[in-house]
């Protein structure tokens, strides 16, 4: 019982840390992140990404999903993961597109921008060492949480929300922590999918959590991160 408040409490500590730490990390990596840029075709089948949020190269690969605006399964592995890990051993990010297997943070952006973009990398993540330095002082300014203890969902959870927004970022950072499997949903200034939240379900209000195995849909991190914790903490 004493090690799972002392889970929780350090969850809550990182939540607190990730709102300012959220903004810096904005700012170190110029906004990339938070619009859509050149898109190209549609994926045929779902990407799976395998990553945890405060790695810097993992951000890279976050920042050119949203640019290209595309969906992908998130399967968070937090330092000490048990779920997703022993199936993508370290390191990570890595990529499963069709069968095919992508690692190296790099290698990821220029596969996506090639197949679902124009070919042509983002600025801000064609600046070599620059950007591995600016998304690494990014990541420095979040939150490192171990994994937590869980019970999986049934079905993905969905979320829509950008890359750059503090209250998504909150809500990824739980999820992160407690290997939850979910769509990540990614909605850039300019992103269609906007449109069809509000068809769906009434009201184009960002970051929103939909919980299929619940028929629950929350927006704002601290509704969400209450559901969360409330359906699949332990």
């Given at each position: 019982?004493?090690?799972?408040?002392?889970?929780?409490?350090?969850?809550?500590?990182g939540?607190?840390?990730t709102?300012?730490?959220?903004?810096?990390?904005?700012?170190?990596?110029?906004?990339?992140?938070?619009?859509?840029?050149?898109?190209?075709?549609?994926?045929?089948?779902?990407?799976?990404?395998?990553?945890?949020?405060?790695c810097?190269?993992c951000?890279?690969?976050?920042?050119?999903?949203?640019?290209?605006?595309?969906?992908?399964?998130?399967?968070?592995?937090?330092?000490?993961?048990?779920?997703?890990?022993?199936?993508?051993?370290?390191?990570?990010?890595?990529?499963?597109?069709?069968?095919?297997?992508?690692?190296?943070?790099?290698?990821?952006?220029?596969?996506?921008?090639?197949?679902?973009?124009?070919?042509e990398?983002p600025?801000?993540?064609?600046?070599?060492?620059?950007?591995?330095?600016?998304?690494?002082l990014?990541?420095?300014?979040?939150?490192?949480v171990?994994?937590?203890?869980?019970?999986?969902?049934?079905?993905?959870?969905?979320?829509?929300?950008?890359?750059?927004?503090?209250?998504?970022?909150?809500?990824?950072?739980?999820?992160?922590?407690?290997?939850?499997?979910?769509?990540?949903?990614?909605?850039?200034?300019?992103?269609?999918?906007?449109?069809?939240?509000?068809?769906?379900?009434?009201?184009?209000?960002?970051?929103?959590?939909?919980?299929?195995?619940?028929?629950?849909?929350?927006?704002g991190?601290?509704?969400?991160?209450?559901?969360?914790?409330?359906?699949?903490?332990?």
């Open positions: 019982m004493q090690a799972e408040e002392t889970g929780h409490d350090a969850t809550r500590e939540q607190g840390m709102r300012l730490g959220s903004a810096v990390a904005t700012a170190a990596r110029f906004g990339l992140g938070g619009r859509v840029g050149v898109t190209g075709p549609r994926p045929t089948g779902e990407l799976v990404l395998y990553e945890f949020e405060a810097p190269f951000r890279k690969v976050r920042e050119a999903l949203v640019w290209l605006d595309l969906d992908v399964l998130m399967r968070p592995c937090p330092p000490g993961g048990t779920r997703f890990r022993p199936e993508r051993v370290p390191p990570f990010p890595q990529l499963v597109d069709g069968g095919q297997l992508i690692r190296e943070s790099s290698a990821i952006v220029q596969h996506l921008v090639d197949r679902y973009g124009d070919g990398v600025w801000a993540l064609r600046l070599g060492p620059l950007t591995t330095l600016s998304s690494g990014a990541s420095l300014a979040l939150p490192r171990r994994a937590l203890a869980s019970a999986a969902p049934n079905q993905p959870l969905e979320l829509f929300a950008d890359e750059t927004s503090a209250e998504a970022r909150e809500i990824r950072q739980w999820l992160c922590a407690r290997e939850i499997a979910y769509r990540w949903r990614t909605c850039g200034r300019g992103s269609a999918k906007m449109a069809e939240l509000a068809e769906r379900t009434g009201r184009a209000e960002l970051p929103a959590l939909l919980d299929p195995n619940h028929g629950v849909d929350v927006r991190a601290g509704a969400a991160v209450a559901h969360l914790q409330r359906t699949y903490g332990r």
